[in-house]
């Protein structure tokens, strides 16, 4: 066996993981019919066109169109070796393997693996330091104060850097790790001295995990005098900040389950929020909010509660964020913290209870949010910046496509400044005529490119060969009925005429022959070629009838046949043209010549 692994086990490792739920765990997928349909990780779109059907356990993007099983999608999604996502989804599905696999089976490089088993040694060490030694006592203190309890402590693997200079170095040595790729990684740091130390010394650690649960990165908090206050580690192949969300990888379930996430600035809002019950929130690595994290939010979810410091600084960074979120289609709202708290300070003031009925489940609106964000730049008791906030909180009301919303915050302007309702509503009014003319023009210009590009795609469907549509209805049933797949190997065999159809259909005569069951996941499973299991994919999600008579199947073959046929005698008449051409026979030639032009008409009649 190439991965070293027994069949009947990589079969129990893809049956043990239902592809709805691993898919899942990266998209929001939603039922439509027999089929759950979502975001295309692969590429950007807007509408849902990446589709998974459970009881084929297979997925298909009509934009795109990649498709596979659930290992392929491991594959394709994390960048993993065949060996490497049997070996994820049999972790995910608590399987044993029997496995001896070697640096070529794995995707990553030497380096990037001896540091992630580096960065999981030093979060077990700094846990362990923290947790059970007289030296982290000084951090265990300072997270107890905090109001972090033991539980937190342990789901996070929170710990401390003792402040020893070459503890940690000499620890990692030990383990057998080259120091200058550790010192390259930002894990230990290279002195004046040449001496190798702990970046991290005396610092509270905050391991930062990937999706995957994967340890990266570490942050570092600093308890006493003598250095910047936060320290991350610097980043790497592993660890990019606008790509990772601190705590996503346990969130991942509890956002699901919610449909909504909170978005926290910092590691001790997370911790705090998760230890008040409060488990579907993430954080940004200490920048701002990315595009690349907007959309994976967007993947995953629909609603985003924006609950950063209540301060100026947070409230321009959740203006920031908030119009991120809008622009990549997400649902927003956004946490009211008074005061000028942060989430931790507030939870450690009121309560985990209080945060979540008095903060989040009164998060305001966009509109709400925007009104409050404006009046900071604003004098309103100046006549000027009266009439400025007014009119820009009118152009953001004539956005609003429901009437109760804008007359509700036409309300809220006419209670706060005294304008009358009618001049209120005329305003917004005037201003959505002018965005409709705007639009309309726009909506003309899309419509028209929009209307080329589907002249061609019909174009090309209408160009799409009857005999071609044959052949992918055809392998469509035999990849679900073993019977139909006996019944076109004996009659039309492997003489399909595309090259492509041809070495499906030979694969799958070859995998009933081995005993096989119809199954298009394995079947897909067992094609190496991704050309081949992308279109075997696509074929496989073609709507089929449930009972098909064997008349129907038979029409099929014929018009395969006729085709088949029909190319071989016009070969056959081209070859003999050229031999009267060779021998000066026009008359010969041009009777020939419109004979292939009388089979080609029929041919383009019956396709």
Known sequence: ???????EIIEEVRKSNDIVDVIGEYVQLKKQGKNFFGLCPFHGENTPS???????????CFGCGKGGNVVTFMMEMEKYSFIEAITHLAKRSGIDLPINSNQSEFTISQ?????????????KLYHHLLRHTRDGKEGYHYLIERGINDHAID?????????????????????????????????????????????????????????LGKTVAFGGRLIAEGGPKYLNSPESELFQKGKI????????????????????????????????????????LGTALTETQAKLLKRYVETVVVC???????????????????????????????????????????????FKNKVLDTSET?????????????????????IDYIEKVIREISSLNSLVEREYYLKELHNEFNISMESLTEDVENQRRKYEDQSRNKDNSLRYSHNK??????????????????????????????????????????????????????????????????????????????????????????????????????????TIKFQNDDYVHIQTLKEQQKLAEQQSDPLKAAQIAMQIIEIQKQLKRTN
């Open 1 to 7: 066996m190439a991965y070293q692994i027994p069949e």
């Open 50 to 60: 990446f589709s998974v059907t459970q009881d084929k356990q297979i997925f298909h």
């Open 111 to 123: 380096e990037s693996q001896n540091v992630l088993s580096a960065f999981d040694w030093l979060t």
């Open 155 to 211: 789901e996070f693997q929170l710990g401390f850097a003792t402040t020893a200079k070459s503890f940690t170095a000499e620890f990692l040595k030990k383990k057998g790790f080259n120091q200058a790729l550790l010192v390259k990684e930002g894990l230990l740091s290279l002195q004046n001295d040449n001496s190798v130390t702990d970046r991290f010394r005396g610092r509270i650690i905050f391991p930062i995990r990937n999706h």
């Open 245 to 284: 969300l601190y705590n996503f990888d346990l969130a991942k379930k509890h956002i699901r389950k919610e449909s909504e996430v909170i978005l926290f600035e910092g590691y001790l809002d997370v911790i705090s929020s998760y230890q008040a019950g409060i488990k579907n929130v993430i954080a940004t």
């Open 308 to 354: 950063y410091d209540g301060d100026n600084a947070g409230l321009e960074a959740t203006y920031k964020a908030v119009q991120l979120l809008q622009n990549v289609g997400c649902q927003v709202k956004i946490a009211n913290l008074k005061e000028g708290l942060d989430p931790d300070s507030y939870i450690k003031l009121n309560g985990g209870e209080a």
């Open 366 to 386: 966009y509109l709400s949010f925007y009104m409050r964000y404006l009046k900071k730049d604003y004098n309103l008791s100046v006549e000027g910046d009266r």
């Open 453 to 558: 590009r589907a002249n061609i795609q019909q174009k090309n469907k209408k160009l799409l060969p009857a005999y071609q549509n044959a052949e992918r209805k055809l392998l469509a049933y035999m990849l679900q009925d073993e019977l139909i797949a006996e019944k076109v190997q004996q009659e039309l065999g492997a003489k399909f005429n595309l090259d492509l159809h041809k070495i499906i259909a030979t694969y799958l005569y070859a995998f009933y022959e081995e005993g096989n069951e119809a199954n298009v996941s394995l079947f897909i499973e067992r094609l190496n070629e991704p050309e081949l299991q992308k279109l075997t994919s696509e074929i496989a999600m073609y709507p089929t009838l449930d009972n098909i008579s064997d008349q129907e199947i038979s029409d099929y073959i014929r």
